[in-house]
Each structure stands twice: as structure tokens, then as C-alpha cells.
């Protein structure tokens, strides 16, 4: 079983910058063959998705957080990262780490527990 834990949340001026991490437990190699993401939830609202980056390297980002936002992996760490820069109010939500991959023709996917981003002065 795959486990996601997140770390970096927390209360931030707008403007300002936050860096979430992504820890798994699982080895370089095999983390180096899954498709990473980042989705956020604000209360109220459907879970989004913010920024993935897949095994093979290709990215994506929200329009919203194009710009602003970069997400990178270290596989020897088995982690994943998401530089949150400009940060704004709407950016406030619960941000979760996500995990997916294929195995015959399978499709694994994983989620961390989430951590809390409070954009506000």
C-alpha cells in the first residue's frame, strides 16, 4: 500500500510563498514510475486539480496557478514538491498529493491525507 504524506501547509501573507512536500514510501525506482499531482480543495468546492507532473517528465498546471506554481519530483527521495509562489486568497484550500500508475493494465491511484494552505493577511 502506498502511503502519500504531506508537509509544508500553512498560514501565508498574499504575495507570499509556501513550498509543500510529498513523501512516499516507496522506493526511488518505483516511485520514479508513477504520475505525481497536486490537487486542492476549498471549502464548498470540488477537488481540483493544480499542477501533475508524470513519470515521463511532461507537466500541467491550472490556468490559475500558470506562472505562479511549479511542481518537481525527486525520485531518489521518492518525493514530490510544489513551489507556490504570489500567493493569492483564492489559493486558500486544502492541498492533496496524488499518486497514480499502471501495472497490467491496472490503474493505481493514491492519496495523501492533505494539508491545510491559508492564504490571508
Known amino acids: 500500500q502506498v502511503q502519500l504524506v504531506e508537509s509544508g501547509g500553512g498560514l501565508v501573507q498574499p504575495g507570499g510563498s509556501l513550498r509543500l512536500s510529498c513523501n512516499t514510501n516507496t522506493s526511488g525506482s518505483a516511485f520514479s514510475g508513477y504520475a505525481m499531482a497536486w490537487y486542492r480543495q476549498a471549502p464548498g468546492k470540488q477537488r481540483d486539480l493544480v499542477a501533475r507532473k508524470t513519470a515521463a517528465g511532461t507537466t500541467t498546471y491550472a490556468d490559475s496557478v500558470k506562472g505562479r506554481f511549479t511542481i518537481s519530483r525527486d525520485n531518489a527521495k521518492s518525493t514530490v514538491f510544489l513551489q507556490m509562489n504570489s500567493l493569492k486568497p483564492e489559493d486558500t484550500a486544502v492541498y492533496y498529493c496524488?499518486?497514480?500508475?499502471?501495472?497490467?493494465?491496472?490503474?493505481?491511484?493514491?492519496w495523501g491525507q492533505g494539508t491545510q494552505v491559508t492564504v490571508s493577511s
Open positions: 496524488y499518486a497514480f500508475y499502471y501495472s497490467n493494465w491496472r490503474r493505481y491511484e493514491y
